[in-house]
């Protein structure tokens, strides 16, 4: 769907871009991340035709963007990181004029106005200028603008940006449901959005990119360690209070719960929170980080079943991403 062979773009003597070569498959879900400033917006903006490349080719499903851009732009929807919505039109104006400027027929457009507002969830704001919308519905007003005319790829450029927690989860909800039926690219310096809601990443810093892959794969490759956590009752215990009795009695389950678990082939690491033998006599369970040198969450839940122990949570450790975003836009002191 879309291919780039050498792309760069440079304003004057700066290299805002490149050079940059990857590859896009039909019904990929892939995100573009990277602190701000690094080219992410220049990038999207190349592949929208908004701006042309320094040097380097790029088609999209086949169609150079030089030679045929206006073919190219019919197969395109672009969300900007600030919606282009006009404040003296109508919401329903608005989406009528998109749809003629995208090439659709009046007929077309009157058929697809109705889906993409329903889609979006904007009827009820139909009649209203644009000016008067908050920002959660500019957004929503973007998103059905880029699929007014059913594109083949989609462009999403900090699609979240300036929403609340509650619109962020809209926003995610309606990407998820536009994977079914678009490629789509996704713009963002927030990791959570990046990996929920993306296939496949590709990392940019100083204008290249740096990495790609899934996030499995850019944490298998990348991090030294691969982390878990697992909260466990241990053998013989139960909660009993904060007093120092109750935790000088859980300190001999901790620490054998400690040694079950450092002895585990591939365990390269056991952190306990402070005063585990409080928390175990407070609440009757511990919570402990172990990283590895693989993924060893089954060899670990093996061995503490085997040796008495309650497994009671086990999952993936957090910020798997986020440790490899800052080693490779930080380098290793950051």
Same mark, same amino acid.
């Given at each position: 769907?879309?291919?780039?062979?050498?792309?760069?773009?440079?304003?004057? !003597?700066?290299?805002?871009?490149?050079?940059?070569?990857?590859?896009?498959?039909?019904?990929?879900?892939?995100?573009?991340?990277?602190?701000?400033?690094?080219?992410? @917006?220049?990038?999207?903006?190349?592949?929208?035709?908004?701006?042309?490349?320094?040097?380097?080719?790029? @088609?999209?499903?086949?169609?150079?963007?030089?030679?045929?851009?206006?073919?190219?732009? !019919?197969?395109?929807?672009?969300?900007?990181?600030?919606?282009?919505?006009?404040?003296?039109?109508?919401?329903?104006?608005?989406?009528?004029?998109?749809?003629?400027?995208?090439?659709?027929?009046?007929?077309?457009?009157?058929?697809?106005?109705?889906?993409?507002?329903?889609?979006?969830?904007?009827?009820?704001?139909?009649?209203?200028?644009?000016?008067?919308?908050?920002?959660?519905?500019?957004?929503?007003? =973007?998103?059905?603008?880029?699929?007014?005319?059913?594109?083949?790829?989609?462009?999403?450029?900090?699609?979240?940006?300036?929403?609340?927690?509650?619109?962020?989860?809209?926003?995610?909800?309606?990407?998820?449901?536009? !994977?079914?039926?678009?490629?789509?690219?996704?713009?963002?310096?927030?990791?959570?959005?990046?990996?929920?809601?993306?296939?496949?990443?590709?990392?940019?810093?100083?204008?290249?990119?740096?990495?790609?892959?899934?996030?499995?794969?850019?944490?298998?490759?990348?991090?030294?360690?691969?982390?878990?956590?697992?909260?466990?009752?241990?053998?013989?215990?139960?909660?009993?209070?904060?007093?120092?009795?109750?935790?000088?009695?859980?300190?001999?389950?901790?620490?054998?719960?400690?040694?079950?678990?450092?002895?585990?082939?591939?365990? @390269?690491?056991?952190?306990?929170?402070?005063?585990?033998?409080?928390?175990?006599?407070?609440?009757?369970?511990?919570?402990?980080?172990?990283?590895?040198?693989?993924?060893?969450?089954?060899?670990?839940?093996?061995?503490?079943?085997?040796?008495?122990?309650?497994?009671?949570?086990?999952?993936?450790?957090?910020?798997?991403?986020?440790?490899?975003?800052?080693?490779?836009? =930080?380098?290793?002191?950051?």
């Amino acid at each position: 769907m879309v291919h780039l062979s050498d792309v760069t773009k440079y304003y004057g !003597k700066k290299r805002a871009l490149g050079p940059v070569s990857f590859e896009i498959e039909r019904g990929d879900t892939v995100g573009f991340l990277g602190l701000n400033g690094v080219g992410k @917006t220049t990038l999207l903006k190349i592949l929208a035709c908004g701006l042309r490349p320094s040097s380097g080719t790029v @088609t999209i499903d086949g169609l150079d963007i030089l030679e045929e851009p206006h073919e190219v732009r !019919k197969r395109v929807g672009y969300l900007p990181e600030l919606p282009p919505v006009y404040g003296d039109m109508t919401v329903g104006d608005y989406l009528h004029f998109a749809g003629r400027i995208r090439g659709l027929a009046p007929e077309a457009v009157a058929r697809r106005v109705p889906e993409v507002e329903e889609y979006a969830r904007i009827i009820e704001v139909h009649d209203m200028p644009a000016r008067n919308l908050s920002q959660g519905y500019r957004q929503r007003v =973007g998103v059905a603008q880029a699929i007014i005319h059913d594109p083949d790829l989609l462009i999403l450029d900090e699609p979240t940006h300036d929403l609340d927690p509650v619109q962020i989860m809209e926003m995610r909800g309606m990407i998820r449901a536009l !994977k079914d039926s678009h490629t789509i690219l996704i713009s963002s310096h927030i990791l959570p959005e990046i990996s929920q809601t993306c296939d496949r990443l590709l990392i940019l810093n100083d204008g290249e990119i740096v990495a790609s892959g899934t996030e499995a794969e850019l944490g298998d490759t990348l991090l030294r360690s691969r982390g878990m956590v697992v909260t466990v009752r241990p053998a013989g215990t139960a909660g009993a209070g904060e007093d120092a009795d109750a935790e000088a009695d859980a300190q001999p389950a901790v620490d054998a719960l400690d040694r079950v678990i450092r002895s585990v082939p591939g365990v @390269t690491g056991v952190r306990l929170p402070d005063r585990p033998a409080r928390a175990v006599a407070a609440t009757g369970a511990l919570t402990i980080r172990v990283d590895g040198e693989a993924d060893v969450r089954a060899p670990v839940c093996r061995a503490l079943v085997e040796a008495g122990h309650d497994v009671v949570g086990l999952t993936r450790a957090e910020r798997e991403l986020e440790r490899v975003f800052v080693e490779l836009v =930080g380098g290793a002191e950051a």
